[in-house]
T-cell receptor
């Protein structure tokens, strides 16, 4: 597809279970971002991948959260031992970075996670 | 941390009214972007502003970047129900950071 694809679109899980969220970015985009959006709130930065550089993990809220990006393309966000406060929409975005940060972020539709 | 503030947090107006929403920070931006997010979708870029004092127009939307590049405003003329959504500003530092957004509701 032409856009950023995320799966699953909806995930309901029980507290304590692990979940994996997948992001397939736009082909050729070297930058990939994960954000978390709680109900009615703004976007909380989680992690940023840029090419072959070490990812910026500064936004991950705890060591239960991790992400990887294989082959510079698909990314997986893993949440271990989920808690109810992890319930949110997880958004992935990709871009081709331009000088001065003027590159456009293209977002997927998000994965809505509900932890019971 | 270069935090972004947005105001108002919520805005509900009647169709045809004008409105302005604001984004500001204590730090200088190299550039600033405005995105709009509709329910169930990801944010979509509206505009990027780079130069202090810059004004950009997109149909009924007018974006202004402050002279000191620490603030920006978005003005909508004759708002329509289709303008309803969450308006987010974002700046690029080491990565893209978003403000908390202004949730706009335009009632028919």
């Amino acid at each position: 597809g032409a856009g950023v694809s995320q799966s699953p679109s909806n995930k309901v899980t029980e507290k304590g279970k692990d979940v994996e969220l997948r992001c397939d970015p736009i082909s050729g985009h070297t930058a990939l971002y994960w954000y978390r959006q709680s109900l009615g709130q703004g976007l909380e930065f989680l992690i940023y991948f840029q090419g072959n550089s070490a990812p910026d993990k500064s936004g991950l809220p705890s060591d239960r959260f991790s992400a990887e990006r294989t082959g510079g393309s698909v990314s997986t966000l893993t949440i271990q031992r989920t808690q109810q406060e992890d319930s949110a929409v997880y958004l992935c975005a990709s871009s081709t970075p331009l000088a001065g940060g003027t590159g456009e972020l293209f977002f997927g539709e998000g994965s809505r996670l509900t932890v019971l | 941390t270069q935090l972004l503030e947005q105001s108002p947090q919520f805005l509900s107006i009647q169709e045809g009214e004008n409105l302005t929403v604001y984004c500001n920070s204590s730090s200088v931006f190299s550039s600033l972007q405005w995105y709009r997010q509709e329910p169930g979708e990801g944010p979509v870029l509206l505009v990027t502003v780079v130069t202090g004092g810059e004004v950009k127009k997109l149909k009924r939307l007018t974006f202004q970047f402050g002279d000191a590049r620490k603030d920006s405003s978005l003005h909508i003329t004759a708002a329509q129900p289709g303008d309803t959504g969450l308006y987010l500003c974002a700046r690029y530092g080491q990565n893209f950071v978003f403000g908390p957004g202004t949730r706009l509701s335009v009632l028919p």
